[in-house]
């Protein structure tokens, strides 16, 4: 069974500073990697993805995220956090040879002035 | 291009009544899902339709809920009846296809069971 963890709840960070919120995932076979944002009071967007190829994606909002086969990792990462990035993130996994998305239960940024 | 849409946007029932939640996806996208939002938890898929064909409905409670996605476009959630433990938030998305295609997600329905 596939599966994705998100091991932090919240990540504060300052205005101006990189940020990174982390995920690993577990699947057979290669993944599909996501990322999303949930502003308040709205659905979800999609931020990023990775399929294959270069292991840096870069995506909506200066975000980017790295792909780590060896680590089964897939973080997500900004070099400059603004405060309209508080949001909630969640990331999500699907393996190459499925057609089922599985969810990690999020991580809440807050970006202090 | 318009995006997911869904109704209502919130909906408060007692416990053993019946609702029903409606979705429609963006034009031309052949997979459709409906999620499971708890407080505090990711989305958890209850449903997936590529077209009007069922590809995962393996965490849906079938004693209590039903979908269905007639002609391949619009799609509805049905409950009854429902559980106190059924609050959350049902999210309707829409991908181009199964795989790589990122979803699309409407703004969510906010079912409230007392």
């Known amino acids: 069974a596939q599966s994705v963890a998100q091991p932090e709840d919240q990540v504060n960070v300052a205005e101006g500073n990189p940020l990174t919120v982390k995920c690993t995932y577990s699947?057979?076979?290669?993944?599909?990697l996501f990322w999303y944002v949930q502003y308040p009071n709205r659905g979800l967007q999609f931020l990023l993805k990775y399929i294959t190829g270069d292991n840096l994606v870069k995506g909506s909002y200066g975000f980017e995220a790295e792909f780590n086969k060896s680590q089964t990792s897939f973080h997500l990462k900004k070099p400059s956090a603004l405060v309209s990035d508080s949001a909630l993130y969640f990331c999500?996994?699907?393996?190459?040879?499925?057609?089922?998305?599985?969810f990690g239960r999020g991580t809440s940024l807050i970006v202090h002035p | 291009e318009a995006g997911v849409a869904q109704s209502p946007r919130y909906k408060i029932i007692e416990k053993r009544q019946s609702v029903a939640f409606w979705c429609n996806p963006i034009?031309?996208?052949?997979?459709l899902y409906w999620y499971q939002q708890i407080l505090g938890q990711g989305p958890k898929l209850l449903i997936q339709?590529?077209?009007?064909?069922?590809?995962?409905d393996s965490q849906l409670p079938k004693d209590r809920f039903s979908a269905e996605r007639l002609k391949g476009v619009d799609s509805t959630l049905k409950i009854q009846p429902a559980k106190l433990e059924d609050s959350a938030v049902y999210l309707c998305a829409s991908s181009l296809d199964t795989g790589n295609h990122p979803q699309y997600f409407g703004p969510g329905t906010r079912l409230l069971v007392l």
């Open positions: 034009s031309g996208h052949a997979t």
């Open positions: 339709f590529q077209n009007n064909g069922v590809v995962d």
């Open positions: 699947v057979s076979g290669n993944p599909y």
């Open positions: 999500a996994v699907r393996a190459g040879g499925s057609y089922i998305p599985t």
